[in-house]
């Protein structure tokens, strides 16, 4: 069967009215938005470039930074580059899902690689690896990059190994040793009881490790460790790229922290966790500058951030540059999940891809392996281990293992699932929704909150058949339209996903609550660390029903059960990360949807995100 994408058509990119020439046939073709032609021609006429091989290179790597890539590589460019529309809404190139009147993106006239590559050399838009800044493009070898970002990687890289090899901060040894003993007792916490040992005797380091590794009890534990250093307290920044993650941070090492000895937790005092932007603060009158930089540094003496993975390489530049150079930084993160909806795949990059070649950081990346979180041998742990290291046989065998807590559905990629077909999301869905409404009617707050964290559906998409806003649409019809809408069309029982950020009334983008009763006034209700947070409903900020949400948005959530809807295999959202990233949130069930070679593909292939960053950090000299 075919899907009519009649309906996507609102989504495919706007034609350039400019748009003439080759950059007019990539625009027609879907490959370049408007955006991107718009950049390319005004470059060239500020630069005075009329070649369209060159203006075309411009526009590419300007399309490639918004869907999260800092560098173009001309040679493979042709082969690689998918008609975004058809990205976004998970539809293979060609193959008749574009809109009738796109040509095919392979007939385009993609320049031969050699010629093109010298062609953007000789071009005065494009300057090399040791020109001054000046032309707006920089060409490296076939590669080429925003002279932005690859100021940006250059910055990055070279603040990073400055840290690396400076000598650490000073260290009273013994006392660190002594404490490092008590906070970590046991033999198995060696793998923590390092990183904490490398973040206090240097100006950084990694700590990496997936789910429930720990990340955050060893946080605690060093800030114990360095509390417990002779001198002043040392001032702290907890920091993360989301206020979600902020607050489940500060939740985290406050719990850790009260499982210490009361003499080590009294020592570390209060801590409180910021959004990454919050901590660099804002500077009036500018959107892309911080009221901390390189002139005016964070007064902090140690600053951590975590879910680093979510980092952009613009805000891990602006961050390097605020923290004082004798502070020390402290990344923690999963380098295996997704990365920066925005350009850059920077702890990724300093903790070195495999096969790709040691990192120069390397000596600095201390990486827990095991989960304390749930039995090591257990099959969810199993299959997220199989999917992280790529193996895909292991994972399909897995899946349809019939251990507990694991369930494959197999359809095909090109038809439209049936009811039938998911009889069990089906069940799940149902079950969890009707508990939740129950448990909201009755006021019964807590009740309402576990029932939402019961099962989740995942998708990769938003849009398309297996993308998130049909998905909704179809559990809201499972679930029966409600029999109480209020004039702004909430109901008791409806889950909600907070879309925007809204500090006043400390809700952020991602978080997810349940419309309660609350003795006749509905509220919403959000999980936090201590009591549920209760907001009125005419507080909100902007939400939207949670029936089905995309991988990325559950970064940094975890629920009971996921069911992941999984792109078809043709989708460049069929990544290895997207599989991990969603396996990892289930605590005790995980249910893919879709067909074998969807998921063998997404295990196959690591997200193609290009950079520059993890050549220069493992280039010798
Ligand atoms: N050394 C340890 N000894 C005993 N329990 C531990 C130790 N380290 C971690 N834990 C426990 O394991 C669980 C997971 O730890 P933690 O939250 O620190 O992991 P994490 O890697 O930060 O997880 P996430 O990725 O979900 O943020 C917690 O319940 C924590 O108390």
Redesign the pocket.
């Known amino acids: 069967m075919t899907v009519d994408v009649g309906a996507l058509g609102a989504y495919l990119p706007e034609r350039a009215r400019h748009a003439t020439g080759v950059l007019g046939q990539f625009n027609a073709a879907g490959v370049l938005a408007a955006a991107d032609v718009h950049v390319a021609q005004t470059l060239g006429r500020l630069g005075g470039e009329t070649d369209e091989a060159v203006l075309l290179a411009a526009a590419l790597t300007v399309r490639g930074t918004r869907s999260g890539s800092v560098v173009l590589d001309l040679a493979s460019a042709a082969e690689t580059i998918v008609p975004e529309a058809l990205e976004a809404a998970g539809f293979e190139a060609g193959g008749g899902n574009a809109d009738a009147d796109a040509p095919d993106p392979a007939a385009l006239p993609w320049p031969e690689p050699a010629e093109w590559i010298a062609r953007c050399a000789a071009s005065p838009l494009c300057g090399g690896e040791d020109d001054p800044a000046g032309p707006p493009l920089r060409l490296v070898g076939g590669s080429m990059w925003l002279d932005r970002y690859f100021g940006q990687e250059r910055f990055v890289a070279a603040a990073l190994l400055e840290r690396a090899t400076a000598a650490g901060p000073p260290v009273d040894s013994v006392r660190l040793a002594t404490a490092l003993d008590r906070l970590?007792p046991?033999a198995e916490?060696a793998d923590?009881r390092a990183a904490a040992a490398s973040a206090a005797l240097s100006l950084l380091t990694v700590v990496a490790?997936g789910?429930?590794?720990?990340?955050?009890?060893t946080v605690a534990r060093l800030l114990a460790a360095l509390a417990d250093q002779p001198g002043p307290r040392p001032r702290v920044a907890l920091a993360t790229p989301t206020g979600k993650a902020a607050v489940r941070l500060e939740e985290?090492v406050r719990a850790?922290l009260a499982?210490l000895d009361p003499a080590d937790a009294e020592r570390v005092g209060d801590v409180s966790a910021s959004t990454i932007h919050r901590l660099l603060g804002s500077r009036p009158g500018t959107r892309s500058r911080f009221a901390h930089d390189r002139e005016n540094r964070l007064p902090h003496d140690v600053v951590i951030l975590d879910e680093t993975s979510m980092v952009s390489l613009t805000l891990m530049a602006r961050v390097l540059e605020a923290v004082r150079p004798t502070a020390r930084l402290i990344l923690v993160g999963?380098p295996d999940q997704l990365a920066s909806v925005e350009a850059g795949a920077v702890l990724g990059d300093i903790v070195g891809r495999s096969g790709a070649g040691p990192s120069r950081l390397a000596p600095h990346v201390v990486t827990l392996q095991r989960s304390?979180?749930f039995a090591d041998a257990g099959p969810i742990a199993r299959l997220a281990a199989a999917v992280r290291d790529g193996r895909g046989e292991e994972v399909l065998a897995l899946l349809r293992s019939g251990e507990p807590g694991l369930e494959f559905v197999e359809v095909a990629d090109d038809v439209l699932i049936a009811d039938d077909a998911v009889a069990g999301l089906r069940a799940d869905v149902v079950a969890a929704g009707t508990d939740m409404e129950a448990a909201a009617r009755a006021g019964d707050v807590t009740g309402a909150l576990d029932a939402l964290e019961r099962h989740r559906l995942l998708c990769a998409h938003h849009l398309g058949p297996r993308g998130v806003r049909l998905w909704t649409d179809r559990v809201a019809g499972w679930l029966g339209a409600p029999t109480a809408f209020r004039a702004d069309r909430r109901y008791v029982g409806e889950p909600l996903l907070v879309t925007a950020n809204d500090r006043d009334a400390k809700l952020f983008n991602g978080d997810t609550g349940v419309v309660v009763d609350c003795d006749g006034e509905p509220m919403a209700a959000f999980r936090r660390g201590g009591a549920p947070q209760l907001v009125p409903l005419g507080r909100l900020p902007e939400v939207r029903p949670v029936h089905a949400m995309t991988v990325h948005k559950s970064q940094g959530s975890?629920f009971v059960a996921v069911t992941l809807m999984l792109p078809s295999a043709a989708s460049p959202l069929a990544t290895r990360q997207t599989l991990y990233t969603a396996i990892t949130r289930a605590a005790a069930g995980v249910r893919v949807i879709g067909s074998e070679d969807a998921v063998l593909r997404s295990v196959g292939r690591p997200a193609a995100r290009a950079s520059g960053l993890g050549e220069r950090l493992r280039a010798s000299g």
């Open positions: 970590f046991a916490d923590q490790g789910p429930g590794t720990g990340k955050t009890t985290a850790a499982q999963d304390r979180r975890e």
